[in-house]
């Protein structure tokens, strides 16, 4: 029982999220359920209400801000779209705006209705954000201090004390204080929250050393490319170079120059190629580059361009220069060969290269 109330309690309150929405939007959503529940339903009942207390005016003015209350959250849910969200939150706002004035001004039952007014600040902070709802507040106050201060109260229609009056405005103002200090520490914990995580992606898809993306950050797009490759029947090559003697160059000038060579190197090869192919770290002293709409030949063109830029350039580190050669083995990807073997047709060629000597380009 308690399990089914509280299923259904969830369903109306995630009533128009979305996966297409960011989660403070979906958070949004949500807070305009709840407050449809909560504030169209007590308008509803206060509607009743001053019906039997033969309140005309006022239970008309009830029933039509709790049918507006409801009107919000069925446009949300019937157009789950952030503008539709954005609307129905701003109708929401401006009609509880209107009838918490209205409140004040009518005096609701037995004066009690600019009690209602404390809940402005923080629906409209939350629904509105740091920046609208303070905005929204600020209007909210000088209409009420207009309403509330006007010569022999003339738009009123009853009577307040001029104690209750400016008590009444000085405590509305701390709360619209207090809920804009909320709300502008909530947005600022979201945003930080925001590139933390930004920052661990990546971190997650990108090799610390040289900043080139990592294994499993090129798995990711051999898969899109390949897809593109089937769509299209056009091939894509890789190329896969390893560092010649990378342990000897560790063991002469130290493993620092050895994280210095492989930094230039990656910022070597990338700006070698183009701007649409892609160069990772696929391992140690390994890098794989990944060039979308080439052939097989025009692969082997580019390897050859920077296995000679890479000899023909030594690395520089603290005035010595370090000598160093690549081997590189291709492969190209067509819609009749697999991601995984043109990988392994890759290093099996790379191997060769080692093989007959380094330094060297092997394609066929
Ligand atoms: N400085 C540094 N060294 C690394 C890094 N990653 C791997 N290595 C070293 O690279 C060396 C690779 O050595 P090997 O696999 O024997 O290959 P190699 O010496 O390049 O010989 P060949 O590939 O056969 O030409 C190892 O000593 C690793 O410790 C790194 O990030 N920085």
Redesign the pocket.
């Given at each position: 029982m308690f399990a089914l109330l509280g299923q259904l309690a969830r369903r109306y309150a995630k009533a128009g999220c979305s996966d297409h929405f960011d989660e403070d939007t979906n958070r949004r959503v949500v807070v305009v359920n709840l407050f449809v529940f909560i504030g169209g339903g007590i308008t509803l009942v206060l509607g009743i209400r001053a019906i039997m207390g033969d309140d005309n005016h006022l239970a008309i003015s009830l029933f039509i801000a709790s049918l507006l209350f409801f009107s919000t959250r069925w446009l949300q849910i019937l157009k789950p779209t952030r503008f539709y969200q954005t609307v129905s939150s701003t109708i929401l706002q401006c009609c509880l705006m209107v009838l918490t004035l209205y409140l004040v001004i009518a005096g609701g039952n037995n004066n009690t209705g600019p009690l209602w007014i404390y809940l402005v600040p923080p629906v409209c902070m939350f629904l509105g954000g740091f920046k609208y709802g303070l905005i929204a507040n600020l209007i909210y106050t000088a209409i009420l201090a207009i309403i509330l201060f006007a010569p022999s109260e003339m738009l009123l229609l009853t009577s307040y004390s001029f104690e209750f009056k400016t008590r009444l405005l000085y405590s509305f103002m701390t709360i619209i204080f207090l809920s804009a200090f909320y709300e502008y520490s909530r947005e600022q914990s979201y945003s930080a929250v925001g590139q933390l995580r930004d920052e661990f992606e990546r971190q997650a898809l990108h090799d610390q050393?040289t900043k080139l993306p990592n294994r499993r950050n090129l798995n990711e797009q051999l898969k899109h490319e390949y897809q593109r490759t089937l769509r299209e029947k056009e091939p894509f090559s890789l190329l896969l170079a390893?560092?010649?003697?990378?342990?000897?160059?560790?063991?002469d000038f130290g493993?620092?120059?050895?994280?210095e060579?492989?930094l230039i190197l990656a910022q070597r090869f990338k700006q070698a190629v183009r701007n649409q192919d892609l160069v990772s770290r696929w391992?140690?002293?390994e890098f794989l580059f990944l060039l979308p709409q080439t052939s097989l030949q025009q692969a082997a063109e580019v390897a050859e361009k920077v296995r000679l830029q890479t000899v023909n350039e030594p690395v520089w580190q603290n005035q010595r220069p370090i000598p160093v050669t690549i081997?590189i083995g291709v492969a190209e990807v067509n819609p009749n060969t697999s991601i995984d073997d043109a990988i392994n047709l890759a290093d099996k060629r790379l191997y060769i290269a080692?093989q007959d000597g380094?330094n060297r380009v092997i394609w066929q």
């Open positions: 050393l390893d560092v010649d003697f990378f342990k000897r160059i560790n063991d493993h620092d120059a050895g994280d060579v492989l391992g140690g002293e081997s080692k380094r």
